[in-house]
């Protein structure tokens, strides 16, 4: 049921873009470039792929969204997906819709590879779509909201000495939002865990948990991470962005916390507004304002 419902959820997402763009793509003036299916890697002989919606208006600014639900990364034309993003794009902020290597085949541990890898990416081709290498932000809901924050906690500034070009490049992100994100994954991996039945992603070794949990990653020099979480969310409950707000606290990283009140795992009518309003605002402050962070020393 919890895995049904986590699909539905994701579903239902897809289902509200699709409405809310329906028809854009085919105007004559468009008010945006759509760059669908960019090869960010390959795993397996597959390729991992993102779309980039490049608004006319671009502020320079990158928002890198994690395409995930329940760890599932689903494809979707995306001329029926940008309706989701069209907060980010009015605001100027070119968008990368990220997808990763996918549950149920692949779990946690091997995803975030995959979404480390596509951030190193934008960062190297960061020219190529107009934007500064220096002012991305990650963000995603449910289990993208957990790597949105799993990117935000354990960046690195890459391997100078890797052959691959990508590989050279740094994975650290500028700020984050991230949408009732699962922080602490130790208890979902136990074998008594109903999580771990439910969501194939989950199912790996106990003692690989505590390094792809957000909520024991966090250090000082972590990225500025909102969280947005309902008060009513059984599926992914409230503590997991408390404690993530109170553990980047103590490092003293810009944090905050909204909750929503009477919401559960996903957002409707005027809470999707206030959660919409609160993400761009933060990403206004920590790419564009005068908290944006300062040029990384290694490039």
């Not at 480390?116 to 500064?132: C, I, M, N, P, T």
Request: charge should be negative; aromatic fraction near 10%; hydrophobic fraction near 40%.
């Amino acid at each position: 049921m919890m895995l049904r419902y986590g699909m539905v959820c994701f579903g239902a997402w897809l289902l509200l873009c699709g409405v809310e763009s329906k028809g854009r793509a085919a105007e004559g003036d468009e008010p945006l470039t759509i760059t669908a299916d960019v090869v960010y890697g390959h795993k397996h002989g597959m390729a991992l792929t993102m779309d980039v919606y490049q608004p006319k208006d671009a502020n320079g600014a990158g928002a890198i969204f994690m395409v995930s639900g329940g760890w599932y990364s689903i494809w979707a034309p995306p001329e029926k997906t940008m309706g989701f993003f069209k907060p980010l794009l009015d605001a100027g902020y070119t968008v990368f819709a990220v997808r990763h290597g996918s549950s149920p085949k692949f779990v946690i541990p091997e995803i975030v590879q995959d979404v480390r890898r596509s951030v190193r990416f934008v960062r190297l081709h960061a020219k190529e779509y107009g934007v500064d290498a220096n002012k991305l932000g990650v963000c995603g809901g449910s289990a993208g909201g957990h790597l949105s924050l799993y990117l935000a906690t354990t960046a690195d500034d890459g391997d100078p000495d890797a052959a691959d070009e990508i590989d050279k490049q740094s994975c650290r992100v500028a700020a984050a939002v991230a949408y009732f994100p699962p922080t602490d994954l130790r208890p979902y991996v136990k074998q008594d865990s109903p999580y771990r039945t439910n969501f194939p992603a989950l199912q790996f070794e106990e003692d690989k948990a505590e390094a792809v949990s957000p909520l024991t990653q966090v250090s000082s020099d972590d990225a500025p991470s909102l969280m947005i979480h309902g008060d009513k969310d059984e599926l992914v409950p409230l503590w997991h962005s408390e404690k993530m707000e109170q553990a980047l606290e103590e490092q003293n990283v810009a944090t905050e916390l909204i909750i929503i009140k009477d919401a559960a795992h996903g957002f409707g009518g005027e809470d999707a507004k206030t959660a919409s309003d609160a993400w761009i605002a933060w990403f206004d402050r920590y790419l564009l304002g005068e908290e944006a962070a300062t040029p990384a020393a290694s490039e």
